[in-house]
């Protein structure tokens, strides 16, 4: 069955950097677009990035735009997110989803990693 | 970037009554919307995607309709594992995904 599991969460301090992990399993990873996203604790869901299934193409969020940076290793079935220049406001529990087949709607999500920004 | 908004932010709600949400995107998305549903400490779980299609092993009860800009997402009849936090996520125009922010179903 299809498994996202994240890793790589910790505490920081402002200005730190951190790089997240999202090992998959049971589909086939090279041929699907992936993404990140976040939730704030009490908030509610951020998108953050998208990365083609080839690495090709990647978008981000105004909000972490020039900081942050998405990335691929189809070889080892890992997506990651390189994290730059945290901020108290990038706290949060981040995941990454998978995509529906030929959608971008998000039929598979990881249990998540938290991030902890603080002095 | 499209806004979503839901409404209401708390619904309460007896077990067995019918729930329904609404969620309003601020420019025409025609049927690009997918409903979640969080419960504390899970990740979140696909419900309804391209507006009114169910997702994979979830009940009948659930059922989503709407298309252009007003979306709704009803449970006919509320069971005790149906209360949590529900979020709708336009995907017609991106970047951004951008998500609603949330109805809290909760027990009356």
């Known amino acids: 069955q299809v498994r996202l599991v994240e890793s790589g969460g910790a505490v920081v301090q402002p200005g730190g950097s951190l790089r997240l992990s999202c090992a998959a399993s049971?589909?086939?990873?090279?041929?699907?677009?992936m993404h990140w996203l976040r939730q704030a604790p009490g908030k509610g869901l951020e998108w953050l990035a998208h990365?083609?299934?080839?690495?090709?193409?990647?978008y981000y969020a105004d909000s972490i735009k020039g900081r942050f940076t998405i990335s691929r290793d189809n070889s080892k079935n890992t997506l990651y997110l390189e994290m730059n220049r945290l901020r108290s406001e990038d706290m949060a529990v981040y995941y990454c989803?998978?995509?529906?087949?030929?959608?971008?709607?998000?039929?598979?999500w990881g249990q998540g990693t938290l991030v902890t920004v603080s002095a | 970037e499209v806004v979503m908004t839901q409404s209401p932010a708390t619904l309460s709600v007896s077990p067995g009554e019918r729930a329904t949400l609404s969620c309003r995107a601020s420019?025409?998305?025609?049927?690009?919307v997918a409903w979640y549903q969080q419960k504390p400490g899970q990740n979140p779980r696909l419900l309804i995607y391209h507006a009114s299609t169910r997702a994979i092993g979830i009940p009948a009860r659930f059922s989503g309709s709407g298309s252009g800009t007003e979306f709704t997402l009803t449970i006919s009849s509320l069971q005790s594992e149906d209360f949590a936090i529900y979020y709708c996520?336009?995907?017609?125009?991106?970047?951004?995904?951008?998500f609603g922010g949330g109805t809290k179903v909760e027990i009356k």
């Open positions: 996520q336009q995907y017609d125009s991106w970047p951004p995904l951008t």
């Open positions: 989803a998978k995509v529906e087949d030929g959608s971008t709607h998000f039929d598979y």
């Open positions: 990365i083609r299934f080839d690495g090709s193409i990647k």
């Open positions: 049971g589909f086939s990873f090279r041929t699907y677009g």
């Open positions: 420019q025409n998305v025609n049927i690009y």
